[in-house]
């Protein structure tokens, strides 16, 4: 073969070689394009450990009364201003949250109403509950469910006399928390409590009181790591 004849083989071969590589780069470079522009998988917060917080709110209290041995019913209606500190902890399995939560809580307020003209005064100074807590968590979202265990104090008094005692009820409520960072979540929560019936004397006349109240609370919640 010719000089002139291997000179053209190899112009021919050369062509068509950058022909092919042209013709393959804008696949791979959209190849490319795309992987460095896929969305990157979505942060899922754990809820996982142990917290403690404090938190504020208000509750309104029914005590419905009987006093007397012909009963003289009443209702007393105190409304309160309420703050306490909490503490528990989160189990997580996938998106379902479940857990123990100890709170204690003290109020201010109370109801006064004439009986037989004589001004009796109904409050509950404090509360403390002992709850499971199960939910569904969203990101950095968890909507739950809470009941459990209640303590309290039940107290009525009259000028020159005082009744009091300590009850064990129960709770219910619901709420839902929201992760601003790692550490720190914010939280809103309603609670009802019934600490049910007591039996007790005022002055040296006899009464039965049922006690319950609804309770609305945000809190501020650190997170343990």
């Known amino acids: 073969m010719s000089i002139r004849a291997n000179a053209r083989a190899l112009f021919l071969a050369g062509g068509t070689a950058i022909l092919m590589a042209a013709a393959a780069a804008p696949g791979h470079a959209q ?44 209702s007393f209606d105190p409304s309160n201003f ?29 109801d006064t109403q004439l009986i037989a003209g004589v001004p009796v005064t109904a409050q509950n100074d404090w509360f403390s509950t002992l709850r499971g807590r199960a939910g569904y968590a969203y990101d950095r979202y968890l909507f739950y469910g ?16 005082s009744f009091s005692d300590t009850k064990v009820g129960w709770t219910i409520g619901a709420g839902i928390e929201a992760a601003i960072n790692d550490r720190i979540t914010l939280r809103g929560e309603y609670l ?26 945000a809190g501020v919640t650190y997170k343990f790591q």
């Open 146 to 161: 809470t009941g459990g265990l209640a303590v309290g104090d039940v107290e009525l008094s009259a000028p020159g006399t």
């Open 82 to 110: 309420t703050a306490g500190a909490y503490a528990g902890m989160n189990f997580q399995n996938g998106p379902f949250v479940y857990g123990l939560e100890l709170d204690v809580n003290f109020k201010t307020g109370d």
């Open 192 to 217: 009802y409590t019934d600490l049910g019936k007591v039996d007790g004397s005022l002055g040296g006349s006899p009464f039965t009181t049922e006690f319950d109240s609804h309770t609305v609370r």
């Open 31 to 74: 190849t490319v394009d795309r992987n460095m522009f896929t969305p990157a998988a979505p942060v899922v917060y754990d809820w996982s450990g142990v917290y403690a917080g404090v938190s504020a709110g208000a509750s309104w209290d029914t005590f419905d009364t009987l006093f007397g041995v012909a009963p003289v019913s009443t």
